[in-house]
């Protein structure tokens, strides 16, 4: 029987793209292993461990971590996968970062969630949320019964200052001026696909059929083995 190569991929997209959305679907019906850098980050700040002091204390000064810092977390966390398949999320996010990991790994594949930026601002301005319980409301998905309120409560919804039209304007710039030669790094490789669309559910399906060129689809086979 001969053994498929293990797959290397990355998934990038804006935030509000639909990355953990897609990426979830990903795992359940390919089995990879998924390293998000931002997950990695919260956990190593939690735990407090040695990159983790030292990445709170840029957070904490609102500066980017240092590529070193990212690479080294990543990259030793990469260490204990590499028997599976897996999919990067959120690194590398800069050209330093991509090489630092060429050097460690050879990457098969780059998704990148081509969303338009207007969509994306429609997608995350409509959120709103009753901050006492939690609640979030989406005007396009799940708005509430009356606008700016409460369903339960009555009480005013805000928007977190994330949320904000002006912040995720920033947010989005801040990611294309970072993100761009990252995508024309791998795009020069030959490694970047691209899905382009304004909704997950009918980007979903190409990512779908792309990944099944070259892995099979394990949520079916879990389903076909008698229990």
Request: glycine share 6%; hydrophobic share 35%.
């Amino acid at each position: 029987m001969v053994v498929p190569p293990l797959l290397r991929a990355v998934i990038m997209g804006p935030p509000g793209s639909g990355k953990g959305t897609v990426s979830a679907r990903i795992i359940k019906h390919f089995g990879m292993k998924h390293l998000s850098s931002g997950d990695l980050l919260r956990d190593n700040m939690q735990k407090k461990t040695e990159v983790g002091i030292l990445a709170k204390s840029y957070i904490d000064q609102g500066q980017l971590i240092p590529d070193d810092i990212m690479t080294r977390l990543m990259l030793n966390e990469l260490k204990g996968l590499d028997q599976y398949n897996w999919l990067l999320d959120g690194f590398p996010r800069t050209v330093a970062q991509a090489e630092a990991l060429d050097k460690e790994c050879q990457i098969d594949t780059v998704i990148d969630l081509d969303v338009p930026f207007e969509t994306i601002k429609c997608r995350l301005t409509a959120r709103w949320i009753h901050p006492a319980s939690g609640r979030v409301y989406n005007l396009e998905f799940s708005p509430p019964k009356v606008q700016g309120i409460d369903d339960i409560t009555g009480e005013p919804l805000v928007q977190r200052d994330d949320d904000k039209p002006e912040t995720v304007t920033k947010r989005l710039q801040a990611y294309d001026a970072q993100t761009k030669p990252v995508l024309e790094y791998y795009r020069e490789k030959g490694l970047l696909k691209s899905f382009s669309g304004t909704e997950t559910n009918k980007i979903w399906p190409h990512i779908y059929a792309f990944l099944q060129t070259k892995l099979p689809d394990v949520s079916q086979q879990d389903a076909a083995t008698p229990r």
